[in-house]
C-alpha cells in the first residue's frame, strides 16, 4: 500500500498540465501513486500524460468519458490503493515537499485529516499570496471543528490536505456527481470537518494556487444553480445524521446564505431575479421549520432576512442591490 494516492482530475488541461507533473513526481516522499483521470478531454491532454507515464511508474491512467469533476474525483477515490487521498488540480503546483510534510503530521498525531495552507498566484504577473483565510484559523496542534467553528468559514481548499481513505469510506463522503456542476468542493469539505473528530490545519503555505486560469470554474458566471445543488446534499447529508446536525446545522445555514449572497453578486442581471426567487423559498422554507435559530443572527441581521423571506424584490433592491461589494467581502472574509 502507498502512502497517499494523489488524484489528478483532468479535462483540457494542456495549458498547465506539465508543469503539475513535474511538481507532482518530484515530490520529497516518493512512496506515491498519482491516479490521473482523463474526463474527455479533446485537446492534448492525454498525450502528455501518457509520455509522463511513460517515464514514471507511479503514474495510472484512467480515460473515460466525460462526466464532470465530482464524477472524475470519486472515480479516483474509490480505485486508490493508497493510505491517504490527496486531489491535485492540474492547473496548480505543489512544493516538492507538501505530501511529506502532510504525511508525517497525520502520522505522529494520528489523525485523519491534514491541510495546509497556499499561495494565490499569478501566473501572468509571478505574483503570490499567502491566503488569510487559513492563517486565521491554523494551530500548532491538533483540534476539534466543534471547538474552532471558524474552520467552517474558511476556502474549501480540498486540494491543500490529505484525507485518510478509510475516514472517507467510513463516513461515506464523496463528492456530488452533477453532471457539469461547479462548486463541488463546497459540500464535499463540510462533510470533513462535521466528521472528522480532529484536524490539524498548518499555516504553512504549500501549494500555488492558480488565480488567472480562465477555464476554471471560479470565472464561469453561467452556472446559476450549482451552489445550490450543493447546499442541498448538506441538507440531506445533516437531515441523515442527527448526532451532527445539533451542531454543526447552524452554521451550514450561515454558510448556505452567505454563498447565495456571493452567487447573486456573480451572475448577470437577467439571471438574478430567478436565482432570488429559489434564495427566498429556500430560506423561508428553513424558518418555517424552526431550523434558524437565534445564533444565525448573531452572523445574519434579522431584519435583512425577514426582507428577504418576506419581501424579496425589497430585499434585492436595498440590500443585495446597493451592497455588492459588502456582500461578497463577507463570504471571501467571514468571521
Not at 499561495?119 to 483540534?143: M, V
Not at 423571506?309 to 461578497?328: A, C, R, T, V
Request: proline share 3%; with cysteine; hydrophobic share 35%.
Amino acid at each position: 500500500m502507498q502512502k497517499i494516492s494523489v488524484i489528478m482530475p483532468i479535462y483540457n488541461a494542456e495549458k498547465y498540465l506539465k508543469e503539475a507533473l513535474d511538481s507532482v513526481t518530484s515530490q520529497t516522499l516518493t512512496d506515491i501513486e498519482i491516479l490521473c483521470i482523463n474526463d474527455g478531454s479533446t485537446d492534448t491532454s492525454l498525450d502528455i500524460l501518457k509520455e509522463y507515464a511513460d517515464k514514471d511508474s507511479r503514474i495510472k491512467i484512467i480515460d473515460k468519458p466525460n462526466s464532470g469533476y465530482g464524477a472524475t474525483v470519486n472515480r479516483g477515490i474509490n480505485e486508490a490503493g493508497g493510505e491517504f487521498i490527496a486531489i491535485f488540480e492540474p492547473d496548480d503546483i505543489l512544493e516538492k515537499d507538501i505530501y511529506e510534510i502532510l504525511y508525517k503530521e497525520a502520522i505522529e498525531n494520528k489523525l485523519d485529516v491534514v491541510k495546509c495552507n497556499f499561495y494565490n498566484y499569478w501566473s501572468k504577473t509571478g505574483k503570490k499570496k499567502k491566503s488569510g483565510l487559513i492563517s486565521r484559523c491554523s494551530r500548532n496542534e491538533a483540534f476539534a471543528p466543534k471547538d474552532n467553528i471558524k474552520i467552517f468559514t474558511t476556502h474549501a481548499s480540498v486540494w491543500a490536505g490529505i484525507y485518510k481513505k478509510s475516514f472517507l469510506d467510513q463516513n461515506n463522503i464523496r463528492f456530488l456527481e452533477t453532471p457539469g456542476a461547479s462548486y463541488q468542493d463546497m459540500a464535499f469539505m463540510f462533510k470533513v470537518l462535521a466528521s472528522v473528530e480532529k484536524i490539524k490545519l498548518l499555516n504553512i503555505p504549500l501549494l500555488y494556487y492558480r488565480q488567472d486560469n480562465p477555464a476554471s470554474s471560479i470565472n464561469n458566471p453561467n452556472k446559476v444553480f450549482c451552489v445550490c445543488d450543493e447546499y442541498e446534499e448538506l441538507t440531506r447529508f445533516l437531515n441523515n445524521r442527527n448526532d451532527l446536525k445539533e451542531i454543526f446545522n447552524t452554521q451550514k445555514l450561515i454558510n448556505q446564505y452567505r454563498a447565495y449572497l456571493w452567487n447573486i453578486r456573480r451572475l448577470d442581471k437577467s439571471l438574478c431575479s430567478q436565482f432570488l426567487e429559489k434564495f427566498s423559498e429556500t430560506f423561508k422554507n428553513f424558518y418555517n421549520k424552526g431550523e434558524i435559530k437565534n445564533d444565525f443572527f448573531k452572523s445574519v441581521k434579522k431584519s435583512e432576512f425577514m426582507a428577504l423571506i418576506n419581501k424579496p424584490s425589497m430585499y434585492y433592491e436595498k440590500i443585495i442591490k446597493k451592497n455588492l461589494f459588502y456582500w461578497f467581502f463577507q463570504w471571501r472574509f467571514a468571521l
